[in-house]
């Protein structure tokens, strides 16, 4: 087998830990960046370096794994929704941002969130007294910004779609 050309990746074995490494290159905002896989076995190192460069060439570039939720709120906030919709929209997605998210869920890194933060974040607010009504805004607040992140290429999918939020209970109609 001959040598891999530039930017093809390869596959060594690491010589303390025994694991087997991939590496290969991807463009980023800031140039080129080294990304690295590791596995037990060969074949589970080549099928995860397969998919990374499929992605890789597909356009999808996870390069901002070091940013966390609350870091990507506020670029959210102030490069995607300032001056795009009406200033009670923002006031009130600024605050759910800043007084519930923030606090909550603002240190994790943005691409190790899971639905299961989700859904304990919202069961925290329900068992702290808010109305179902008012989590399932913090909830449309916190999908419209995953949906933004997901389009900027910033995470490879939304999980607040796969949770649900509470629901608010129906009004009773009185007569």
């Given at each position: 087998m001959g040598r891999r050309g530039n930017g093809e990746g390869s596959i060594t074995q690491h010589k303390k830990s025994g694991l087997y490494m991939a590496r290969y290159t991807v463009q980023t905002s800031k140039g080129p960046k080294r990304k690295t896989i590791y596995g037990k076995?060969?074949?589970?190192?080549?099928?995860k370096l397969t998919k990374a460069m499929a992605e890789r060439d597909g356009g999808l570039v996870f390069?901002?794994?070091?940013?966390?939720?609350?870091e990507y709120l506020n670029?959210?906030?102030n490069g995607s929704i300032r001056g795009?919709?009406?200033?009670?929209?923002?006031?009130?997605y600024e605050i759910a941002?800043?007084?519930h998210i923030k606090p909550a869920l603002g240190r994790l890194k943005l691409k190790k969130l899971t639905p299961a933060h989700l859904v304990g974040f919202y069961q925290d607010r329900l068992a702290a007294g808010f109305a179902p009504a008012s989590v399932n805004k913090l909830h449309v607040t916190l999908h419209k910004a995953l949906d933004q992140a997901v389009k900027w290429h910033m995470?490879?999918?939304?999980?607040?779609e796969v949770v649900k939020a509470?629901?608010?209970?129906p009004r009773e109609?009185?007569?």
């Open positions: 076995t060969r074949q589970e190192v080549a099928e390069d901002d794994e070091n940013m966390s939720v609350g670029s959210w906030l795009c919709v009406r200033q009670s929209t923002f006031d009130r941002v800043r007084v995470i490879p999918s939304n999980v607040a509470p629901r608010p209970a109609i009185v007569r």
